[in-house]
C-alpha cells in the first residue's frame, strides 16, 4: 500500500502533470511539423533537386552497397532492368537528408514559439515595472520611521554625563 502512495503522490505532483501535458503537445507538435515537412517543404525541395539532378528526387538518393536488379516489362513491351530494392543492400541519404530537415525545423520553430515567448514575458515585466513606478511616484512619501528607542545603556551613559557635566560646573 505504501508503494501505490507513493505512486500516487508522485503522479498528483505539478510538475509531472506538465511534464505530461508537454509530451502530448510535443506528439500533436511533432505531426504538424511532419505535415509541414512531408507535404509542404519536401515536395518543393525534390522539386529543386529533380531539376538540379536531372530526374533524381530526394526520396531516390541512394548509395547502394549491393545492387540487385530485376528483368521487368515496361508499357511498351520491353524487357527493362530495375533495381530490386527489397533485395538490395543500399544507404539512403534521402530519408537522412529529410530527418536532419525536420530536425532543422522543429529546431526553429520551437527557437521561435520561445523567442516570442520570452518577448512577451520582458514585455509584461517592463508594464509591471512601469505601473509600480508610476504608484511610487504618485503615492505620498512615507513617514520617516520613529527613532528607535535608546537602550537602557546609553539611558545609563546620558545620565552619567548629565551628573558630570553638573559636577564640573560647580567646582
Do not use: C
Not at 31 to 60: F, R, S
Not at 97 to 111: E, M
Not at 116 to 121: E, L
Amino acid at each position: 500500500m505504501k508503494f501505490f502512495k507513493e505512486f500516487k503522490d508522485f503522479i498528483a505532483r505539478g510538475n509531472v502533470v506538465d511534464m505530461a501535458v508537454g509530451v502530448i503537445i510535443g506528439g500533436a507538435f511533432s505531426a504538424i511539423v511532419t505535415a509541414l515537412t512531408n507535404q509542404i517543404l519536401m515536395p518543393i525541395i525534390n522539386w529543386v533537386l529533380y531539376l538540379i539532378t536531372g530526374g533524381k528526387g530526394l526520396e531516390n538518393i541512394y548509395t547502394y552497397l549491393h545492387k540487385a536488379e530485376i528483368d521487368v516489362v515496361n508499357a511498351s513491351g520491353q524487357i527493362v532492368k530495375e533495381v530490386d530494392l527489397a533485395n538490395s543492400i543500399y544507404i539512403d541519404w534521402g530519408s537522412f537528408i529529410t530527418a536532419i530537415i525536420n530536425f532543422l525545423l522543429i529546431a526553429l520553430v520551437l527557437f521561435l514559439i520561445i523567442k516570442a515567448i520570452n518577448k512577451a514575458h520582458q514585455h509584461a515585466e517592463e508594464l509591471k515595472a512601469k505601473k509600480q513606478a508610476e504608484k511610487a511616484k504618485d503615492a505620498p512619501a512615507p513617514e520617516p520611521a520613529p527613532a528607535p528607542e535608546p537602550t537602557i545603556e546609553e539611558k545609563q551613559l546620558a545620565l552619567l554625563q548629565e551628573i558630570r557635566d553638573s559636577l564640573q560646573k560647580k567646582q
